[in-house]
């Protein structure tokens, strides 16, 4: 059975950092597509960042880039996101996301919530102004 727990979350100043981290079990870590998505005051999930447990490309929103980092410790079968630099809409729930992978390419083009198939249960992040 996947799980994915996410801790980290908070509240911070604008301007502030956190970092939230993603544990994996259950799944075979090393090809899985993974990522962080937020849900805001809308209905749907957004894709924040994403990348391939087996190496390759890194993908960002727009909205993120040059101001948060994915990561991975493949030892410790975590996924982490270092956001810095935070604003108040960057306020959400943010959740990590999984799903089984065909490789890097095919990895790059799930960005949508209905892409992933295993879910976390979410962590809030509260930026103020």
């Known amino acids: 059975q996947v799980q994915l727990v996410e801790s980290g979350g908070g509240s911070v100043q604008a301007g502030g950092s956190l970092r939230l981290s993603c544990s994996a079990s259950?799944?075979?870590?090393?090809?899985?597509?993974m990522g962080w998505f937020r849900q805001g005051p809308g209905p749907e999930r957004d894709r924040v960042a994403s990348l391939y447990t087996g190496g390759g490309r890194i993908s960002y929103a727009d909205s993120v880039k040059g101001r948060f980092t994915i990561s991975q410790d493949n030892a410790k079968r975590t996924l982490n996101l270092q956001m810095n630099n935070l604003k108040p809409e960057d306020t959400a729930i943010y959740y990590c996301a999984a799903h089984p992978s065909v490789g890097d390419a095919a990895c790059s083009l799930r960005r949508r919530e209905a892409d992933f198939r295993y879910w976390g249960q979410g962590t809030q992040v509260t930026v103020s102004s």
């Open positions: 259950g799944l075979s870590y090393s090809a899985y597509c």
